[in-house]
């Protein structure tokens, strides 16, 4: 009934090995696109059925720097003349700020620069207080703190979310996170962006300490962590979903277990399993799954001491992307329980569940 299936495997495995390079551009220095690769091409050489690979589907780019940033208004014209008079030391900084490199300033620069003025424009407003002589110089300089204080937070969500460094740090031209360095991946990433959370408030305020005031920033700028940890998203997403749809044709083809009883193709089969994959993909699926949803947090603590409304093209994409509701992790979840689904399946109608019998 069934075509002679000697004749059937070696075909068979070529063309899913074939796909499956050419789907995932795994090359030995992406390891999990191998190993799971390999974990599906395990599974079609036991159980034997024509099944084209589906292709992965793509990911969601960050959004480009137009889609992420606040406009962040110039301070209003006159209003600085009077800072000219080099009183209470805010000349040097309005001297750093308008030299050359002080009009380059990375985000983060300027966040410090902004701080380190608020301060020394509030001690000023103090000195000030109650000299007659000074009572313009006092109102103009006190509309200057405030305006600077209404924009500050603009100037913290570029300089943050919106900002190059974690931008950068998801760029996906990068291979997914490796399986045997994933467990630890991304804890100091994720601390960057807490340190960060808890800076945001109390930027222009005495409490804010500016010791290793770049190091988040640092950690951010020289990591791959969220671009890699996605890409381990998607390939378990991907493959997860194929290794089922592989189980499911087969027991809609042809039962592994017609009579309830194992099989020799059950047995070379759940060998796979508890070897293949228990000791390879399953501990390789926990690890990313615990790296992502450490990242989650982080990221929503940092979204949570952000005081703007973010740009709505990035809103969209945190959605669906960077929270554990959104679909790009949906589509996870769903995939690792059909695969799980698909298993219980085979050991259940093949009498192999451990609680079996």
């Not at 290793?212 to 890699?228: M, T």
């Amino acid at each position: 009934m069934f075509p002679n299936r000697s004749r059937r495997r070696a075909p068979v495995l070529l063309i899913c090995l074939g796909l499956s390079l050419l789907m995932t551009g795994c090359a030995p220095e992406d390891p999990a696109a191998t190993m799971l690769a390999e974990y599906r091409i395990r599974i079609a050489r036991v159980v034997d059925v024509d099944l084209e690979p589906a292709a992965m589907p793509p990911l969601a780019t960050w959004p480009r720097n137009r889609e992420r940033t606040l406009v962040v208004p110039p301070l209003r014209a006159g209003l600085g003349r009077f800072l000219s008079l080099h009183r209470c030391d805010l000349g040097s900084l309005i001297g750093e700020r308008s030299s050359q490199l002080g009009r380059v300033m990375r985000p983060s620069q300027l966040l410090s620069y902004e701080h380190r003025f608020l301060l020394a424009a509030e001690r000023c407003l103090v000195r000030l207080e109650g000299d007659s002589g000074q009572e313009a110089l006092r109102a103009d300089l006190a509309d200057i703190v405030a305006f600077k204080r209404e924009r500050l937070p603009l100037l913290a969500w570029n300089a943050t979310l919106g900002g190059e460094d974690l931008a950068g740090a998801h760029a996906l031209d990068v291979p997914a996170l490796p399986p045997d360095r994933t467990e630890l991946a991304g804890q100091a990433e994720a601390e960057a962006l807490r340190l960060l959370a808890d800076r945001l408030p109390r930027l222009g305020w005495d409490d804010l300490d500016m010791a290793a005031w770049d190091a988040p920033w640092e950690v951010l700028s020289r990591s791959a962590f969220p671009g890699r940890a996605r890409r381990g998203v998607q390939l378990l997403t991907h493959y997860l979903d194929e290794v089922a749809r592989l189980l499911e044709a087969r027991q809609a083809q042809r039962p592994l277990c017609p009579q309830g009883r194992p099989t020799r193709d059950a047995d070379i089969l759940v060998n796979v399993f508890r070897g293949y994959h228990a000791d390879s993909v399953q501990p390789y699926l926990v690890a990313i799954d615990g790296a992502q949803r450490r990242w989650f947090a982080a990221i929503d603590t940092l979204a949570a001491a952000q005081r703007v409304t973010p740009p709505q093209g990035f809103a969209e994409f945190a959605t669906e992307v960077l929270e554990p509701s959104g679909s790009a992790w949906q589509s996870f979840v769903t995939a690792r329980q059909r695969h799980t689904a698909a298993w219980q399946d085979v050991l259940d109608r093949c009498a192999l569940s451990p609680t079996a019998g």
